[in-house]
């Protein structure tokens, strides 16, 4: 089951940046370093065109440096992309930025010509805590909840850096596009989507049976167990033993052992994950592709 937003909101954000996009010289698109295909917006591509466009995989405190690396070259791969690595809450490497976007753009800069960028992304990738290092102060922030948020806002922050950059985050909000069912698991599992349809346990199920099989190790070691369970369902029953999740009769609470598996990968207690390499998502879209 895969997640929907509001029905013809893709349309709608579709035209709002269209018509700013005139108005930018360069695109920082940023995603989530653990999920860098489910956190990305096709549209990003679509709208940018011909114009450079730097990816910072955010959040890379919180990614496997080895998968994150994966994604660096599949990236770098791409026309006019420069890939980068980043955890914007890091002052001194984010504030690097805005040299990349001038050696990109050489032909600009200065205060005459100074350069447009736009910065786009979904929700909870990390755009405002950027947009706030960058600027050196905590700007305020559009509401991005699915509740709370229906329409596509036009609200936007623009600060100057440096006298040369005018940098401006998304008109609007740009909710992400999802085809493949796994995605929309990803996303939930992350906490890139916190409100979504899909049931608390299922996003936990989904999780152990990825961390069974590509982090066997770090399960063992976190929840103390002597051997990795081989299901996910198996993993949930070890954490709620562990921890006492039990409901009367002795029952394990599923409930309780999934919050605190969602909750260990989220604040880093598992260590460094990523959640989708290039070479799955590659096998993942033929499958799509193919009507399976
Ligand atoms: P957005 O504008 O794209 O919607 O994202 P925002 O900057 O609000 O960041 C969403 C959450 O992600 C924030 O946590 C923020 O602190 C966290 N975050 C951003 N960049 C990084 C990073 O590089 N590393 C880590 N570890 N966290 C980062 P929050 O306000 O606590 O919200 P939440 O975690 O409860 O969603």
Redesign the pocket.
């Known amino acids: 089951m895969a997640v929907q937003w509001y029905p013809g909101h893709m349309n709608k954000a579709r035209k709002i940046i269209r018509s700013s996009m005139k108005e930018v010289d360069l695109v920082i698109e940023?995603m989530d370093a653990r999920i860098p295909f489910s956190s990305e917006n096709p549209l990003v591509k679509e709208l940018r065109q011909h114009r450079p466009c730097i990816k910072i995989l955010?959040?890379?405190?919180?990614a496997d440096p080895e998968v994150t690396r994966l994604w660096l070259g599949h990236f770098e791969k791409e026309k006019g992309v420069k890939a980068q690595a980043?955890?914007?809450?890091?002052k001194a490497k984010t504030k690097r930025l805005p040299d990349l976007c001038r050696k990109l753009l050489p032909e600009r800069g200065g205060a005459v010509k100074s350069i447009r960028v736009m910065i786009m992304?979904?929700?909870?990738?990390?755009?405002?805590?950027?947009?706030?290092t960058l600027a050196g102060k905590t700007l305020a922030?559009v509401g991005?909840e699915p509740a709370v948020t229906k329409h596509v806002s036009s609200a936007q922050q623009r600060i100057i850096l440096d006298g040369d950059i005018a940098l401006s985050?998304t008109p609007g909000i740009l909710w992400p596009k999802i085809e493949n069912e796994n995605s929309s698991y990803r996303l939930a599992v992350t906490?890139a989507i916190?409100n979504t349809a899909i049931d608390f346990e299922d996003i936990a199920l989904f999780a152990a049976e990825y961390l069974v099989d590509a982090y066997e190790d770090r399960v063992v070691e976190r929840y103390k167990l002597k051997q990795c369970p081989t299901t996910d369902i198996g993993l949930l029953e070890e954490i709620g033993r562990k921890r006492g999740c039990l409901r009367p009769g002795g029952v394990i609470d599923l409930q309780r052992a999934s919050e605190i598996l969602i909750h260990d990968i989220?604040s880093?207690a598992l260590g460094r994950l990523s959640f989708e390499t290039p070479e799955m998502i590659a096998a993942e879209t033929a499958v799509v592709e193919g009507g399976e």
């Not at 980043?86 to 890091?90: A, D, I, M, P």
């Not at 992304?121 to 706030?132: E, F, Q």
């Open positions: 940023v955010n959040k890379e405190d919180l980043l955890s914007v809450l890091e992304g979904i929700p909870n990738v990390g755009k405002s805590t950027l947009i706030n922030k991005d985050d906490g916190k989220r880093g």
